[in-house]
């Protein structure tokens, strides 16, 4: 670059030398004058374009400097020769570290926000003024699927009020708070909160332009846990104290009878004393149901994360009810499959879940029949599943009573129902752990031919990734 603008400047010089002796020789001036006139215009040229090209090379060399900078694989040219150029390369080395020192400001900054946006338990997006996702933490990708990046909000998630609200804050309205409540898999409570802010370029600083673009924080603070502590509070008032004053009602009377017209009746103190402590064990053992039935409710929404073998833990319940199968000279039959994969789940839950099926199944089943507890592998697609049957041969329910048999404190016979000790919660209990553990419960009955009970867990992931494959089983079931 500066070899032809020195070229230029030479001709220049010359030309001008030129110029100046033949205006000498037209004012009469000597030849030795001329020449020498001639000879200076041509030396300050020609300093002046040895300046300029030594000036020109520099700034070429900090124009490489600049470049270099910003090459993957920098090659650094030669530091400048001129008082000039080193000013001015020290100039770009300054402003050189200031923009590195702020490109890593930026980049620690950039890196803490993903990081803190990222802990976050509640799902948080960041739209911009389209609606577009441009951020995603992991608790909004597992809410709402992976591919949200890009796409309009409005694609995930239908809900007419948030959309309503993004597009008013957007206009510029106030913060908007919205309720939302999703269904599926299982019901969950949030508040959802949308404010606006000014979006930042990639320097850090706010876009360029007399209208910056608006963008939206929109947060989902999750009310489950919350909702279901209020609405568990008042359940446990209404149904304890329905299904307590029957039991209590009779202990008073017990107690009355006993302190009056029965006071030397050693007789009926005994018996009277039996039936209180029949009533009292009720009691107790509806209390515990109801506390059981809370604690389960409360955590339903959170998938469990550990691995149980199933197999030991079926043998281990059929061990524990034997005796009472006994009792009723019922057969308790256990069948299970080989090489049963273990499930996603929570032990003591899972425990739970089978004792009161195959306790259910004495209770109804008739006198010395039979108990059946199976287990076996399914595939259904890419994803294996374990499939558990309790088999009674009881009397049977009618079908109009089979979609409600989980409710709590439904009963086809109340009376029955009481005298084997039952609670009313017993099916309750079970679906909802069921629940959480992502799985299904299936009620199949005839009158006259026994129930069956079957319950579809989700096979954990086995194999040298297994730890992986287990995380991501978790997140796609939450």
Do not use: C
């Not at 030795?32 to 020109?56: N, P």
């Not at 920098?74 to 001129?82: D, G, H, K, Q």
């Not at 149980?308 to 039959?333: C, F, I, N, T």
């Amino acid at each position: 670059m500066a070899g032809p603008i020195y070229r230029h400047l030479f001709g220049i010089g010359v030309i001008a030398a030129l110029v100046i002796a033949l205006l000498l020789l037209a004012a009469g001036a000597d030849g030795i004058g001329l020449w020498l006139a001639a000879a200076g215009v041509v030396a300050v040229f020609g300093v002046a374009a040895v300046f300029a090209w030594r000036l020109l090379r520099d700034l070429d060399l900090l124009r490489r400097h600049i470049e270099a900078s910003t090459a993957e694989a920098p090659e650094r040219p030669p530091r400048p020769s001129t008082e000039i150029g080193q000013i001015l390369f020290q100039h770009l080395q300054r402003l050189q570290r200031h923009a590195r020192g702020r490109e890593r400001s930026l980049a620690v900054e950039l890196q803490t926000a993903s990081e803190i946006l990222e802990a976050q338990d509640d799902p948080i997006l960041v739209l911009a003024g389209d609606r577009s996702v441009l951020r995603a933490n992991g608790a909004a990708g597992r809410l709402f699927g992976d591919r949200l990046l890009g796409r309009d909000m409005a694609e995930a998630i239908r809900h007419p009020e948030i959309v309503a609200a993004v597009d008013a804050v957007l206009a510029g309205g106030p913060i908007q708070t919205v309720p939302l409540n999703l269904p599926v898999p299982i019901e969950r409570e949030f508040e959802v909160r949308i404010q606006r802010f000014e979006r930042r370029g990639e320097s850090g600083e706010r876009e360029s332009g007399d209208r910056p673009e608006p963008a939206l924080l929109v947060t989902f603070y999750d009310l489950t846990a919350t909702k279901r502590v209020e609405q568990m509070r008042a359940d446990f008032v209404a149904n304890a104290s329905h299904e307590l004053r029957t039991p209590l009602s009779s202990l008073m009377g017990f107690i009355e009878t006993l302190r009056g017209p029965a006071r030397d009746d050693s007789a009926a103190r005994e018996r009277f004393l039996g039936i209180m402590q029949q009533q009292a064990e009720r009691m107790s053992r509806l209390v515990n149901d109801l506390l059981s039935l809370s604690r389960i409710e409360l955590d339903e929404h959170v998938p469990p994360t550990g691995r149980v073998a199933v197999g030991p833990l079926l043998q281990s319940v059929a061990d524990a009810l034997e005796l009472k199968a006994q009792r009723k000279a019922q057969r308790l039959e256990l069948d299970l499959a080989p090489d049963l994969p273990p499930v996603v789940g929570d032990s003591d839950q899972l425990y739970q879940v089978f004792q009161n099926l195959v306790s259910n199944a004495i209770n109804y089943g008739r006198q010395g029949g039979v108990v059946g507890l199976s287990a076996r592998s399914a595939a259904d697609g890419r994803r294996t599943s374990l499939v558990v049957t309790v088999r009674d041969q009881g009397e049977g329910i009618a079908r109009e009573h089979l979609p409600r048999l989980t409710e709590r404190f439904y009963r086809v016979d109340p009376a029955r129902s009481r005298a084997v000790g039952g609670t009313g919660l017993g099916l309750a209990i079970v679906k909802h752990i069921v629940s959480r553990h992502r799985g299904r419960l299936e009620i199949d009955s005839e009158v006259g031919s026994g129930s069956v009970f079957t319950v579809h867990l989700p096979a954990a992931p086995a194999g040298k990734a297994a730890g992986r494959a287990l995380h991501k089983t978790v997140t796609e079931l939450s």
